[in-house]
């Protein structure tokens, strides 16, 4: 018998995700957001607590890998799908983490219908994918200020200007 990490239970498919949401629409606000969240740092862990703050159930829609390849380019993710989903779920604030694959997380926040939409503040909420539908059923839509300093862009880069500072030449 494999015992599977508490966290895990957290890692669901857009299915699983409906049937365990569906018990707690009436009584608990639905917070969603989604990002590719490569290489987790604390301006990710910041805006998942404040969005986590805004009800009582966080969604967390991650990209799939060949997503972030599309949005990010052929060198990202840098982590894998299993592993970004695995350390999302491993926070106490994320109540479920499911994936997608489209370009855009349209379907799944029209399947998800939160209560209240989620993304940082370099997207002015009237360019946040699902905005529309959300504000359409009565939700609310937050564009919440980043943690500066904090960039997987940035960190990404460092790590490489020092690889190319230590690799001799």
């Known amino acids: 018998m494999t ?6 239970r957290k890692i669901v498919t857009r299915d ?3 049937e365990r949401l569906a018990p707690l629409r009436e009584s608990r606000g639905v917070v969603f957001t989604n990002g590719c969240f490569d290489l987790l740092h604390p301006g990710h862990v910041d805006l998942l607590e404040r969005a986590a703050a805004l009800g009582s159930v966080l969604v967390v829609g991650l990209n799939a890998d060949d997503s972030v390849t599309g949005l990010k ?4 993710p840098v982590t894998p799908f ?7 779920a491993g926070l106490g604030c ?3 983490v499911t994936g997608f694959s489209e370009p855009t997380p349209i379907e ?3 399947a998800v219908a939160p209560d209240v939409l989620v993304k940082g503040g370099d997207w002015p909420v009237e360019t946040i994918v699902g905005a529309d539908e959300v504000l359409a059923r009565g939700g609310r839509v937050k564009s919440l200020p980043l943690l500066e300093g904090h960039s997987t862009t940035a960190a990404i880069a460092r790590i490489l200007a020092l690889q190319a500072r230590e690799t001799p030449g």
């Open 3 to 8: 015992v599977q990490a508490g966290y895990a």
């Open 73 to 76: 380019g052929p060198a990202r």
């Open 16 to 18: 699983q995700l409906l």
């Open 94 to 96: 994320v109540d479920f």
């Open 108 to 110: 799944l926040i029209r």
């Open 82 to 88: 299993p592993a970004r989903a695995a350390v999302l």
